[in-house]
């Protein structure tokens, strides 16, 4: 007959090998949140760093804008229009078109025809 204290020693290398199976899945989990968390703050970077990059393109378009608004003389047609240089750079770059118009509304002049 065996010894009253090795009687339930059967039932140790179970108990060890749940609780190291609990520990891993509970370090696994921990470890997953952590990833997803990085994942997130990373994704937040890069969305306030492209939003400040269009942010300064936006602004610099502004200024052109502005300065071709004031170089602009009062009576302007698509010929004149189409002969200034920051006309001609913006629709290389990203516009589509240029329109002018007058105090009522009215168009002056549009290019690209």
């Known amino acids: 007959m065996a010894p ?5 020693a059967w039932a140790w290398p179970l108990l060890l090998a749940l609780a190291f ?9 921990w470890s997953d949140a ?8 990373t994704l937040i970077a890069d969305v306030l760093t492209l939003e400040s990059r269009i942010s300064d393109w936006l602004a610099n378009e502004q ?9 602009l003389p009062a009576s302007v047609d698509d010929a004149r229009l189409l002969r200034e240089r920051a006309v001609a750079e913006g629709l290389r770059r990203l516009w589509i078109s ?11 002049a549009y290019v690209p025809q």
Not at 4 to 8: F, I, L, V, W
Not at 21 to 29: D, E, P, T, Y
Not at 34 to 39: A, F, G, S, Y
Not at 66 to 71: F, R, S, W
């Open 21 to 29: 199976a609990a520990a891993v899945a509970g370090w696994l989990q």
């Open 63 to 71: 200024t052109v804008l502005v300065a071709l608004t004031e170089a």
């Open 4 to 8: 009253q204290h090795r009687r339930g």
């Open 34 to 41: 952590r990833d997803l968390e990085e994942e997130r703050n």
């Open 98 to 108: 240029v329109t002018v118009l007058d105090a009522n509304n009215r168009l002056l």
